[in-house]
């Protein structure tokens, strides 16, 4: 019972692996962990996010975050999703929106924490 059960494990970690934008880049021999939930658990440094998000996104977020070409992100729809679903909409992309994937994780959840701390607030 022991011996199929890990087998499945290691097999089901194998699937994993190979899953484009199931990237496992935490600690080795735990459970690895999806990258927006990586990003979820992290805390954000806000100066940090806002020059991040300044860089990347103020061309179509606009700088207040109320949207320009892309969509306004802190109120309607977008402001309203979890920043797991957040995190996925920027490291995959959307639409005209392209991935950004080559942010870390820190930077990713920076930038999250200023569209719904920092942005959302003003
Ligand atoms: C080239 C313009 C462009 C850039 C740069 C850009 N976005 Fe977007 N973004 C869009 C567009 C357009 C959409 C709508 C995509 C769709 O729904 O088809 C979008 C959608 C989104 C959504 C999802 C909205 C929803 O309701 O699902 C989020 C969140 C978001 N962008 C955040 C960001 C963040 C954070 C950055 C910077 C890392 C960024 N975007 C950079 C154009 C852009």
């Known amino acids: 019972m022991l011996v199929s059960r890990s087998v499945v494990g290691l097999l089901l970690l ?4 190979v899953m484009p934008g199931c990237s ?4 080795e021999g735990d459970l690895p962990l999806d990258r927006p939930s990586q990003i979820a ?3 954000a440094n806000l100066a940090a996010g806002a020059a991040s998000y300044e ?3 103020l ?3 606009a700088k207040d ?3 320009d070409s892309g969509p306004n992100l802190v109120s309607g729809t977008a402001a309203a999703l979890p920043t797991k679903a957040m995190a996925s909409v920027i490291l995959n992309g959307k639409g005209s929106m392209g991935a950004y994937d080559s942010l870390t994780n820190q ?3 920076d930038i999250i924490g200023h569209v719904m701390t920092t942005l959302a607030g003003n």
């Open 59 to 61: 061309v179509c977020h």
């Open 41 to 43: 658990a992290l805390t």
């Open 65 to 67: 975050g109320k949207g």
């Open 14 to 17: 194998a699937a994993l692996s």
């Open 107 to 109: 930077e990713v959840a």
């Open 55 to 57: 860089t990347n996104c």
């Open 24 to 27: 496992t880049d935490g600690g």
